[in-house]
């Protein structure tokens, strides 16, 4: 039940028999055939394009390299500086510090919190001076 229909197809013509035959084209010939003969080939311009690409490269990685650093080195000084800042609030406080164990130490302080402290004051203390010629020993 299918129909069978012949189709006739026109075999087409080689590109070098017919375009290259019209006049027009007879110069560009003489071009083509010596682009497709260097077809792939390297030459002075694609070694000078392609260094110039990698000169364009590197130098843009290097900037943005560099950048890189320089926004790491400044966000380093800045904690540097927040870190010297606490050193200075540090030493401030361990000055106060090292100031109020002095005045709990003293002899003034000492006088006026043995009554606080339910402690009885002595009068004379009398210190003992340790014998050169003698020995002692307690016996338990």
């Known amino acids: 039940m299918t ?9 087409r013509r080689p ?7 019209h006049p ?3 110069q560009t010939r003489r071009f083509a055939s010596i682009s497709r003969w ?9 070694i000078s394009l392609a260094f110039g690409l990698f000169i364009i490269l590197s130098i843009s990685f290097l900037g943005f390299f560099y ?3 320089v926004l790491n080195t400044a966000s ?19 000055r106060q510090v090292e100031l ?6 003293s002899i003034d302080n000492i006088e006026n919190r043995v009554q606080d402290l ?14 050169v010629d003698q020995v002692t020993a307690l016996a338990r």
């Open 67 to 69: 950048l890189g650093q």
């Open 118 to 131: 339910n402690l009885v004051a002595t009068g004379k203390v009398t210190f003992l001076s340790p014998a």
């Open 76 to 94: 380093q000084g800045s904690d540097i500086q927040q870190l010297e800042e606490r050193i200075v609030e540090l030493k401030e406080k361990q």
């Open 24 to 26: 027009q084209h007879q």
């Open 38 to 46: 260097q077809s792939g080939s390297i030459n002075s311009t694609t």
């Open 15 to 21: 590109l070098a028999q017919s375009y290259w035959r």
């Open 100 to 105: 109020e164990g002095a005045q709990l130490r």
């Open 3 to 11: 129909s069978i229909n012949n189709q006739f197809v026109q075999p």
